[in-house]
Every structure is written in structure tokens, then in C-alpha cells.
């Protein structure tokens, strides 16, 4: 089994930046990709970014050139960078991990509250 945990979300300005991290445990040889989803409510979830074991990413296209993910395979630590938020970034940030290279979810992590004010 896998553990996502989450840590980094909270409150912030608009044009303010947040890092959100996800440690991963367990069977981590089985994760392939890891990512970010969020939901925001009244909206279905949705990716937001995502990297591979071998670093190719793939970005919603709204925060393309604010939100930089990167993983360290020496933590089993995934992070995604948010700058330049805006109030429609707010939601709840789920880290998911995936045993299949931009596969369907295996793994979800709780969720973190970023909210972003105006």
C-alpha cells in the first residue's frame, strides 16, 4: 500500500505564492506518476499537474507558467511551486499518485485548503 501526505496549503493573497508538498510511503516503487488534482466546490476534480519517474510533467492550461511541479526521489517527495495565485485557484489539493506512467489514480492523499483571497 501507499501513503500520500500532504503539507502547505493555507491562506493567501492574490499574486502570493504557496508550495505544496506530498511525502509518499509505503510500496513507493509502484508510483510511476505523482501529481495534483484539485477540487473547488460545485466543481468536479481536476488535474492539475503531474511528472513522471523519468520528469515529464503535463499542466492544466490555466497555470501553466505559475505552477512548477518537481518531485526528489531521494524523499519520496513531490512539490508544486504556486505563484502568481489568483481566487479561482482556490479549492481543496489532493496529491495522487499512479502506478501507470499519466495513468488513472491508484493513491490519494487527504487534501490541503489553499484559499486565495481578492
Known amino acids: 500500500q501507499v501513503q500520500l501526505v500532504e503539507a502547505g496549503g493555507g491562506l493567501v493573497q492574490a499574486g502570493g505564492s504557496l508550495r505544496l508538498s506530498c511525502a509518499a510511503s509505503?510500496?513507493?516503487?509502484?508510483?510511476?506518476?505523482m501529481g495534483w488534482y484539485r477540487q473547488a466546490p460545485g466543481n468536479q476534480r481536476e488535474l492539475v499537474a503531474r511528472i513522471s519517474s523519468d520528469g515529464t510533467t503535463d499542466y492544466l492550461d490555466s497555470v501553466k507558467g505559475r505552477f512548477t511541479i518537481s518531485r526528489d526521489g531521494a524523499k519520496n517527495t513531490v512539490y508544486l511551486q504556486m505563484n502568481s495565485l489568483k481566487p479561482e485557484d482556490t479549492a481543496v489539493y489532493y496529491c495522487?499518485?499512479?502506478?501507470?506512467?499519466?495513468?488513472?489514480?491508484?493513491?490519494w492523499g487527504q487534501g490541503t485548503q489553499v484559499t486565495v483571497s481578492s
Open positions: 495522487a499518485g499512479a502506478r501507470v506512467f499519466f495513468g488513472n489514480v491508484n493513491y
Open positions: 509505503g510500496t513507493i516503487l509502484s508510483i510511476n506518476t
